[in-house]
T-cell receptor, first 112, second 111 residues
Framework: KAGVTQTPRYLIKTRGQQVTLSCSPI?????VSWYQQTPGQGLQFLFE???????NKGNFPGRFSGRQFSNSRSEMNVSTLELGDSALYLC???????????FGPGTRLLVL | GESVGLHLPTLSVQEGDNSIINCAYS??????FIWYKQESGKGPQFIID?????DKRQGQRVTVLLNKTVKHLSLQIAATQPGDSAVYFC??????????FGQGTRLTINP
């Protein structure tokens, strides 16, 4: 079974721009969670989607948003990028009702 | 508050020795704990998990111990190999909700 895939793997943007990241979960996994990883803050939860609905949300500003499609693929969007948004963005998928989350390789975003 | 912390940010061990990585958690209501391994340039990789109704679980060369009395979690790696070099994270959750991660411990293997 293919693992979680994320595209693109690397991105360079400038302040004020917006960015969209994509995540394809493991086949059969309907829950997708997004995390931001930085050296200073570690892994922080952004939001979780299940069956196209946001089920859980972390403590991030409204510039961070996401959505999930009927095939369980998910996208996250960051608008009006700030330098501090530079991070590794990780997507994880899980089976319904099962706690274990499986991560993709991440998208490394650099904001200049 | 919700936080999962680690006692040491770095750990160096000799190849072949056993490694013990520790983690303290603060949410006594958490009912599921996971250890992840993250190698450079990769996403976290699931290693082993344990539920709150257990105090020990073994996998291949790895053992997780849970002490709910002191809210402490540990990962033991037997016969550490160069491929074990990575950052190890503990994470906790309750009811299949979001994972709360610790800051991570970087494990370095000395030849």
């Amino acid at each position: 079974k293919a693992g979680v895939t994320q595209t693109p793997r690397y991105l360079i943007k400038t302040r004020g721009q917006q960015v969209t990241l994509s995540c394809s979960p493991i086949s059969g996994h309907r829950s997708v969670s997004w995390y931001q990883q930085t050296p200073g803050q570690g892994l922080q939860f952004l939001f979780e989607y299940f069956s196209e609905t946001q089920r859980n949300k972390g403590n991030f500003p409204g510039r961070f948003s996401g959505r999930q499609f009927s095939n369980s693929r998910s996208e996250m969007n960051v608008s009006t990028l700030e330098l501090g948004d530079s991070a590794l963005y990780l997507c994880a998928s899980q089976l319904a009702g099962v706690e274990t989350q499986y991560f993709g390789p991440g998208t490394r975003l650099l904001v200049l | 508050g919700e936080s999962v912390g680690l006692h040491l940010p770095t750990l160096s061990v000799q190849e072949g020795d056993n490694s013990i990585i520790n983690c303290a958690y603060s949410n006594s209501a958490s009912d599921y704990f996971i250890w992840y391994k993250q190698e450079s340039g990769k996403g976290p990789q699931f290693i082993i998990d344990i539920r709150s109704n257990m105090d020990k679980r073994q996998g291949q060369r790895v053992t997780v111990l849970l002490n709910k009395t002191v809210k402490h979690l540990s990962l033991q790696i037997a016969a550490t190999q160069p491929g074990d070099s990575a950052v190890y994270f503990c994470a906790e959750t309750k009811g299949a909700q979001k994972l709360v991660f610790g800051q991570g411990t970087r494990l370095t293997i000395n030849p």
